[in-house]
């Protein structure tokens, strides 16, 4: 840690898509790959706190920003692309006319948030900037965790103690922690989006 602490503090911010089962035809391929882009362009579009794209990643987005925002704006964002997420969810499965698998589970799928900041540097391959070192690698390794839940905000205890509100925030995190290899124990909190679903059912 002390060799890259003369980085710039960068945080990192995953959305990350769940819930998919694996397909078995092409079909079903092509759909959820449909469904799936059409997700991530969402998410992007949500994007209110000037977040920049890193990577598009499969089912997730690497945003990242250098100058974090507070704990309560953060977790509006999070809350903003949870909740555009599902509403595109229920609007699509009232509109659904293929019975294919990836179309028929679509609705099921689940949106969780992984947040880290540290500090972090990038580096240029073929015309574009990559972000390299620990704090890139520890938010991608959050996104396996033991949160008994499938929709969450995860935030790492470093980024609460780097972010100037980390009182602030009115709702509840739980504690948890993860040791994973070569980087050690990470410890965090998080809090569950479940209970904002109940502001689409107005
Ligand atoms: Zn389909």
Redesign the pocket.
């Known amino acids: 840690m002390a060799q890259s602490s003369s980085f710039p503090n960068v945080l990192f911010f995953i959305p990350d898509i769940g819930g998919f089962t694996k397909f078995v035809n092409e ?2 391929i092509s ?2 790959q449909h469904v799936i882009s059409e997700l991530l362009e969402l998410l992007v579009d949500s994007n209110e706190i000037g977040l920049e794209v890193a990577e598009f990643e499969g089912d997730a987005v690497l945003f990242y920003c250098t100058t974090p925002p507070t704990l309560d704006k953060l977790l509006a964002q999070a809350k903003k692309m949870f909740l555009n997420f599902h509403l595109h969810l229920q609007e699509k499965e009232k509109g659904r006319i ?7 589970r679509m609705h099921l799928l689940t949106l969780k948030f992984v947040a880290h900041c540290g500090p972090a540097n990038t580096m240029a391959v073929k015309g574009h900037s990559k972000f390299i070192g620990k704090s890139v690698i520890v938010a991608h390794r959050l996104l396996k965790n033991p949160v008994p839940e499938a929709e969450y905000l995860l935030v790492t205890q470093e980024t609460l103690d780097r972010l100037d509100d980390r009182q602030a925030a009115a709702v509840a995190f739980e504690s948890g922690s993860c040791r994973y290899d070569e980087i050690g124990e990470v410890p965090y909190r998080h809090h569950s989006m479940a209970c904002y679903l109940d502001e689409l059912q107005a």
Do not use: V, Y
Request: hydrophobic share 20%; proline share 0%.
């Open positions: 079909t079903e759909h959820s293929c019975q294919c698998g990836a179309c028929a």
